[in-house]
Every structure is written in C-alpha cells, then in structure tokens.
C-alpha cells in the first residue's frame, strides 16, 4: 500500500504562485509514475501533470509553461509549482502513484483546495 498527503493548497489572487506537495509513505518506488489530477465544481477530475521514472514529465496544454511537476526520491515527494494562477485553475487538486508494470494510477491522496480569485 501507498498512502499519499497533499499540502500546500489555499486562496490566492490570479497571477500568484502556490507549490503543492505530495508525500508518499508505504510501498513507495522511484519507479512510480507520479501525477496530479485536479476537479473543480461540476466537472470531471482531469490530468494535470505526470512525472515517470526516466524524467520525463508531461502536461497538459492549459498548463504549460505555467506549471512544473518535480520529484524529490530521496524524500518520496512530488511537488507541483504553479504560477501564474489564474481563476480557471481552481480545483481540488490530487496526488496519484503508478506502480510500474500497472496501466492505471493505483493510489490518490485526500487532495487540496487550490482557489484563484480574479
């Protein structure tokens, strides 16, 4: 089992910065994909970001050149740096590992309240 707690959540004005923060405990492995998921009011959870064993990350578009998924092995941590928020972006957002050798992310966190006000 994985357990994951994210922080870092909270309101800012649009144009502010937030770094959210994943901790992993349990079976945990560099070998996980690492990702954040968001879901605001009324909408389908959506990908947000991923980080993969190689190093490679991937984003989704709305994101891009705004967000930065990152990982610290050595602390079981992701981190997702958001800046330049806008209203748009306000989700809950969730934390999610995928074992290697599993096509689905296994384990989520409780998740954290990201609100941008215009």
């Known amino acids: 089992q994985v357990q994951l707690v994210e922080s870092g959540g909270g309101l800012v004005q649009a144009g502010d910065s937030l770094r959210l923060s994943c901790a992993a405990s349990g079976r945990t492995s560099s070998a996980d994909a690492m990702a954040w998921f968001r879901q605001a009011p009324g909408l389908e959870r959506e990908f947000v970001a991923a980080?993969?064993?190689?190093?490679?990350?991937r984003y989704i578009d709305s994101v891009k050149g705004r967000f930065t998924i990152s990982r610290d092995n050595a602390k079981s941590t992701v981190y997702l740096q958001m800046n330049s928020l806008k209203p748009e972006d306000t989700a809950v957002y969730y934390c999610a590992a995928q074992p290697p050798h599993t096509s689905r992310y296994e384990y989520w966190g409780q998740g954290t309240q990201v609100t941008v006000s215009s």
């Open positions: 980080t993969y064993a190689a190093g490679t990350t």
